[in-house]
């Protein structure tokens, strides 16, 4: 359990000596209670006082890592249990499952390839297939290298032990999850993965019986453990998850500190949906195409969004339609509803422009500039840095209406012979805008 803002004091050294910046111990253990601080600030805290705060500040989830490199994906490391009450850490990595059986090797590296090109953009965040599960079958070792050799984390769902590690260990340098199958004697499979260092799914007929399959795999040597839920139909599913998740974070039972596994079958996309919701961290899905997939990415989107962050845009200059350097050149802010909106105005208006995106902390036009994130200056350096300056030549900068009381400043601040337009105030005018303001000024 995490320890209160008092408890910590009492680990301090009471000497309000002020080395780690605070006037009192007191104010640095409330900070340290609510996380905002490190205890390396405080040169004279005891070790006993290091390892109780340590222990105390571990995760209630442990972290686990699938997979190497850019691809990998990290799962666990929650703590809480609803996401107001400060945000999901790890979004769940969703596996797609591929079943080696009658295919050839060819028609396995094909449909990797086809799963490695999927790059759909969707409000700040780049959706694709995070990791492929490789049922065991002939054909299964080469496809789960050749998964591996693509960077996806492989997830072997296994039939047998020996089946596992002919394909676990030719790639057990990318770290690969064993899946047991349901109901399988967990012992050979707990020695295959502390043989290879690679993370286990656990599984139990009950919650008890989960903790305590979770316990002997470590003690077996396995240092990453997934849990995989009982539960015969939703209902029974969706209790396990909350109790699972509700379970760690009170840190009843050391076997519940894991990350979650689940997987969902063929037509099972209800399971999915629960699994996504109720804090499972990585599923093995089988599917028919993209129709599965898109509103499940979406799903984790909204869920795993920090409703602490605005969705942000990237800044820079985003060409709508293929302006060229005669085409208007607008500006907005990184705030990605701000972004789409006013970009979908702009491409239905048929008229093509650069679309200059500067940061405001993810901010819209009038909380940005209200807040003082939108000022000439800042304007003119962010749209100098990204080259918005260099795209077009009639030296004619459009900012939103709401953005008007800084037109003035803003012109001075660009300089170099720059003017700077008011446009509309909402995105719906920019159409009309075009064609009464910014054609008629062109055609001049
Ligand atoms: S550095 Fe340590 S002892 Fe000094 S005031 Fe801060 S918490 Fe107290």
Redesign the pocket.
């Known amino acids: 359990m995490p320890l209160t803002g008092l408890q910590i004091f009492k680990l301090?050294?009471n000497?309000?000596?002020?080395?780690?910046g605070?006037p009192?111990?007191l104010a640095?253990a409330m900070k340290l209670a609510a996380g905002r601080e490190s205890l390396e600030?405080?040169?004279?805290?005891s070790p006993e006082a290091r390892a109780a705060l340590g222990a105390a500040s571990a995760p209630p989830i442990r972290g686990v890592t699938i997979g190497r490199g850019e691809r990998a994906v990290t799962v666990g490391e929650e703590t809480v249990f609803f996401r107001h009450e400060k945000t999901f850490v790890r979004r769940p990595g969703l596996f797609r499952i591929l079943d080696p059986r009658g295919l050839s090797a060819a028609e396995c590296g094909a449909l990797l390839n086809d799963w490695l090109g999927v790059s759909i953009a969707r409000a700040g965040e780049t959706f694709r297939v995070d990791g492929v599960a490789i049922v065991e079958a002939p054909g299964a070792p080469e496809a789960a290298s050749a998964a591996a050799r693509r960077g996806f984390p492989v997830a072997v769902l296994a039939a047998t032990p020996e089946g596992a590690a002919s394909i676990a260990e030719p790639i057990k340098d990318q770290r690969p999850l064993i899946v047991p199958p349901a109901g399988a004697a967990p012992a050979a499979y707990f020695a295959l993965a502390a043989r290879l260092g690679v993370p286990l799914v656990v599984a139990g007929a009950d919650l008890a019986g989960l903790a305590s399959a979770a316990a002997a795999a470590s003690s077996a040597g396995v240092g990453d453990i997934l849990l995989e839920p009982p539960g015969a139909d939703l209902r029974s599913l969706h209790h396990s998850l909350s109790a699972i998740r509700r379970g760690a974070l009170d840190r009843v039972h050391p076997g519940l500190g894991h990350p979650v596994f689940l997987r969902a079958g063929r037509g099972e996309f209800e399971k999915a949906v629960l699994g996504i919701t109720k804090f499972a961290s990585v599923l093995a899905i089988e599917d028919h195409g993209g129709e599965t997939w898109l509103p499940l990415w979406t799903l984790r989107q909204n869920i795993y969004t920090d409703p602490q962050k605005p969705l942000q845009m990237e800044p820079g200059v985003y060409p709508l339609g293929e302006p060229d350097s005669r085409s208007p050149l607008l500006m907005t802010t990184n705030f990605s509803l701000t972004y789409f909106i006013v970009s979908t105005e702009v491409e239905a208006s048929g008229v093509a422009a650069h679309l200059a995106v500067v940061d405001a902390e993810g901010l819209s036009v009038l909380t940005a500039w209200s807040a003082g994130k939108l000022s000439g200056d800042r304007v003119a350096k962010s749209l100098r840095q990204t080259g918005a300056v260099d795209r077009v030549s009639h030296r004619t900068l459009i900012i939103p209406g709401y953005a008007s009381p800084i037109s003035g400043e803003l012109e001075d601040a660009m300089g170099d012979g720059w003017r700077v337009i008011v446009g509309p105030q909402e995105a719906s005018d920019i159409a009309p805008f075009f064609r009464d303001v910014w054609e008629p000024m062109r055609a001049r």
Do not use: S, V, W
């Open positions: 301090l050294p000497t309000n000596c002020r080395k780690c605070y009192t111990c640095f600030k405080c040169p004279d805290a």
